[in-house]
């Protein structure tokens, strides 16, 4: 265990589904991100969190909507996606500058069928 | 704008024989410099870091990396290869009050 807890570990649902992921961390950080990680691509950085402020979006479809209630907990609401959308969604927290580098979650996998 | 270049998609290497993986970076300021390793299914896991000191970093598993700060290289090392290295190995870098920025990773094989 990393400290970094993703759940559910694995998702499949149809595409008019709503579902969501969570991610929860309880090391003391106050930045948290979610990475979308799909095969033979590289990693691609969808939001980040800084003290619950969202602080980047990577030009990341509307069908997905994060939401950071606290420092210790983000979640990934998801609702009408496309197969494409099919990845490794991978949670990671830091501190607030990057020196010490990232925690990750073992991610989920998600399959839009 | 800092970036990271990891020029090889896969590296195979036979059981024993010592690993190289390359990493190559940019950044306008010092770097701090990080190796991670991806096993199949999991998130990325920290295997060493570079802040400052010594350019020779050892770290988890018998890896070490050195920082060339003329080549702007970090390139991973390990004298002995083992199967259980066989995995997706990251380089990333930040100046440290930015995000990290992750290479496109190296796959790595090792030969039994």
């Known amino acids: 265990e990393t400290g970094v807890t993703q759940t559910p570990r694995h998702l499949v649902m149809g595409m008019t589904n709503k579902k969501s992921l969570k991610c929860e961390q309880h090391?003391?950080?106050?930045?948290m991100y979610w990475y979308k990680q799909s095969a033979k691509k590289p990693l691609e950085l969808m939001f980040v969190y800084n003290f619950k402020e969202q602080t980047e979006n990577n030009s990341v479809p509307s069908r997905f909507s994060p939401e950071c209630p606290n420092s210790s907990h983000l979640f990934l609401h998801l609702h009408t996606l496309q197969p494409e959308d099919s990845a490794l969604y991978l949670c990671?927290?830091?501190?607030?500058?990057?020196?010490?580098?990232?925690?990750f979650g073992s991610g989920t996998r998600l399959t839009v069928v | 704008a800092q970036s990271v270049a990891q020029p090889e998609d896969q590296v195979n290497v036979a059981e024993g024989n010592p690993l190289t993986v390359k990493c190559t970076y940019s950044v306008s300021g010092n770097p701090y410099l990080f190796w991670y390793v991806q096993y199949p299914n999991r998130g990325l896991q920290f295997l060493l870091k570079?802040?400052?000191?010594?350019?020779l970093v050892k770290g988890s598993y018998g890896f070490e990396a050195e920082f060339n700060k003329s080549q702007t290289s970090f390139h991973l090392k390990k004298p002995s290869a083992l199967v259980s290295d066989s995995a997706l190995y990251f380089c990333?870098?930040?100046?440290?009050?930015?995000?990290?920025?992750f290479g496109k990773g190296t796959r790595l094989h090792i030969l039994p």
């Open positions: 990333a870098v930040t100046e440290g009050d930015d995000k990290i920025i």
């Open positions: 990671a927290s830091s501190q607030s500058d990057s020196l010490y580098g990232y925690t």
């Open positions: 570079y802040i400052t000191g010594d350019n």
């Open positions: 090391l003391g950080h106050n930045a």
